[in-house]
């Protein structure tokens, strides 16, 4: 796997860790801003994945950021669940 597919899929794993944040603070009762801020990176990543696609030097760049943009979603949901679930909330 080339290194730009790499850099794609760790910046588009960036969603998934705001919103296991977000769980987590609001587990605690916290009221933090994680769970917008996610969303906010998540349609930043899709205007970029789309930018990245078009653009054929940087294609490999937005196929990784189109593969975490497909999974970033049920990879934070499936932590979240298990961090509420684990904290019996």
């Known amino acids: 796997m080339h290194g730009q597919a790499i850099w794609g899929l760790g910046l588009g794993l960036i969603p998934a ?13 916290s009221s933090g801003d994680f769970l917008l801020q996610g969303a906010m990176v998540y349609g930043v ?15 490999l760049f937005g ?3 189109l593969t975490m943009m497909l999974i970033a979603p049920v ?15």
């Open 17 to 29: 860790i705001l919103w296991l944040l977000a769980a987590g603070a609001s587990a605690q009762g």
């Open 45 to 59: 990543e899709l205007v970029m994945m789309i930018i990245c696609l078009v653009n054929k030097s940087s294609r």
């Open 75 to 89: 990879v934070g949901a499936i932590a979240c669940v298990h961090l509420l679930s684990q904290l019996n909330i």
């Open 63 to 65: 196929y990784g950021l």
